[in-house]
């Protein structure tokens, strides 16, 4: 198969499991709830290179995987989250919980319309600075926005704000190569 026509099934896939907890989310009026887990399990395959390696071995067989999962997580996230991890091991899909669970955070993010935002400036912003350029996005679009932050020192001054493909800068540089291209343009 090819890699571009497998990236797509896979999220074709991924978002049909998404949405599945999604929807067991709602119907349980546990939406919340179920978040909490999806983000604690995403930190958890984020931190942990050797859970990363496990779960996306197609070699394991299903009680191996599902012992393993118990072990670790049983009594950490509740049992509708639990349930459906052992669902995804039971369906041979355990190796794309990673997207199952963005699946589930970009439908969960719409539903609260929160915005995932990067914030790239020329130095580092306080906590205030961040929150201020939050509240601006919010008063403008009606969004929620939570950024994670990055320093670029090229920037010269000011910042970047990044969400998905769209871009807007208000950075020194990108004023100054403004500037230069209206003088030789003039």
Known sequence: MQFGLQTTLVKKISRRYGQALFNLALEKNALDEIHNN????TETLRSSEELRNFITDPHHPAE???SALKELFKTKIDDQTF?????????GRLNILR???EAFTRLYHDEYKIRMIQI???SELLPAQVDAICKKLKLRWHH???AETSVDESLIGGFQIKSGDQVLDFSMKNQLAN????VLNA
């Open 64 to 66: 191996l995987c599902q």
């Open 83 to 91: 349930n459906f991890l052992m669902f995804l091991v039971e369906k």
């Open 120 to 122: 790239i400036s020329a």
């Open 99 to 101: 997207e199952v669970l």
């Open 144 to 146: 929620e926005y939570f």
């Open 38 to 41: 999806v983000m604690f399990l």
């Open 179 to 182: 500037f230069r291209r209206q």
